[in-house]
């Protein structure tokens, strides 16, 4: 539910770093196993102090947050303080993703569908404490973020590198990122067919086929790479 006049407008959550957020009546971030956490979150301003961008559980439980410290470095959860990895300072929209892997022992934090920090271990995090919030953190602590939160995706697997990418608006249709489209991409859909990436099927018909070869040819003629 929104908080204090946190709005939807222009199909994103708009919030005035105040008091203004959004509370989920469940957690719906993960425990623990694989999970993938990812969002756009623009903020048109600098802000001092913490600020965060989803939050559940409590201080040192261990909680679960994605935001910014007050130097402006991502913090991605009480297991992971310091990522070094700054959060962009130009005031445009841009896309946060945590993805946790259990089976490979890391989570990976990227910043516009690009890889910036790796954690040595699979992020967990406590059970309890606040359920999901969307720009602020866990009772009893406020952090609020001025800006604006959308494309929001929580997912219970650890996404694919091309699957983050394309999250985050990078595309797909230019699969092996040469510019250009043809033979080597056609290849490289069906590589990533085969090793289960949903984005390889682009017509969404379970089958990687001569239509799903015309629909990469139509989204890279619109001009989305």
Excluded at 12 to 22: E, I, P
Excluded at 28 to 38: C, E, N, Q, T
Aim: glycine residues 12%.
């Amino acid at each position: 539910a929104p908080i204090s006049g946190a709005a939807v407008a222009d199909c994103r959550l708009n919030l005035d770093g105040d008091d203004d957020y959004v509370q989920i009546d469940r957690k719906i971030v993960p425990f623990s196993g694989s999970y993938s956490v990812a969002l756009i979150v623009q903020q048109p301003a600098p802000q001092a102090g913490h600020r965060e961008f989803i939050s559940q559980g409590f201080s040192t439980g261990p909680g679960f947050y994605i935001g910014h410290d007050p130097n402006k470095n991502i913090r991605s959860s009480d297991v992971w303080l310091q990522t070094g990895v700054p959060y962009p300072q130009d005031g445009e929209p841009h896309h946060i993703a945590l993805i946790v892997d259990a089976a490979g022992g890391k989570s990976d934090l990227y910043v516009d569908g690009l890889l910036q920090a790796s954690f040595p271990s699979a992020i967990s995090t406590t059970p309890d404490g606040s359920n999901t919030r969307f720009g602020r953190q866990f009772d009893p602590i406020d952090e609020h973020l001025a800006g604006a939160i959308d494309e929001v995706r929580i997912f219970d697997v650890a996404l694919t590198a091309s699957e983050g990418l394309q999250l985050a608006g990078g595309g797909f249709a230019d699969c092996d990122g040469s510019g250009l489209l043809d033979f080597f991409d056609f290849l490289c859909f069906q590589n990533a067919f085969a090793t289960g990436d949903p984005f390889a099927d682009c017509n969404s018909d379970g089958a990687l086929d001569f239509f799903d070869f015309l629909c990469f040819q139509n989204e890279f003629a619109a001009g989305c790479p």
